[in-house]
């Protein structure tokens, strides 16, 4: 399923879903981790709120929704997958649209189907409270700017912790 969005994603843009410099499977921590990346992104469940570190320094707080009971969404730490896309909707749950951008427009992916994301209008009453599927999701002018500095700083910079 993945391939065919992808795909899909290069038919539709001509450009390719991953970042150059991709890590499909990080093992090698020591380009950077956590504050020592350029960016790090460090979401916390129990408060469903994340932390945007820019080069050593607390940039932005923001309100997210991450997976709700029977969704939950997983810890991680580690770099972003790659895959990363402007416009982006979800086959398996389809709905809602922002601004022709998809359901979850500025996506970076984490591993596998987990992405951080924006999220249409109807859901933004609910940042701040668990409500996904298991993505991060968050207003999508805090996703555009997440998204735009993964794509300046690079992947082998960024940092995700979940937690």
């Not at 992104?41 to 997210?64: D, P």
């Not at 790659?82 to 951008?101: A, E, H, M, N, T």
């Amino acid at each position: 399923l993945l391939q065919e969005l992808d795909q899909n994603y290069y038919e539709a843009t001509g450009e390719s879903p991953y970042l150059e410099g991709y890590l499909d499977d990080v093992t090698d921590f020591s380009t950077c981790s956590r504050l020592n990346c350029n960016i790090w992104a460090r979401v916390v469940k129990s408060t469903q709120h994340m932390e945007l570190y820019v080069n050593g320094f607390l940039r932005n707080i923001w309100a997210v929704s991450t997976g709700v009971r029977g969704h939950g969404t997983p810890n991680f730490d580690r770099h972003p997958n790659g895959r990363i896309y402007d416009r982006y909707s979800s086959v398996k749950y389809p709905g809602g649209d922002y601004k022709g951008l998809g359901n979850m427009p500025y996506a970076v992916f984490i591993q596998g189907g987990f992405a951080l994301h924006g999220t249409p209008q109807s859901n933004w009453s609910r940042l701040g409270s668990r409500a996904s599927h298991g993505c991060i999701r968050m207003h999508p002018d805090n996703g555009y700017v997440f998204n735009r500095l993964v794509r300046e700083y690079g992947i082998k910079n960024v940092w995700i912790t979940v937690e």
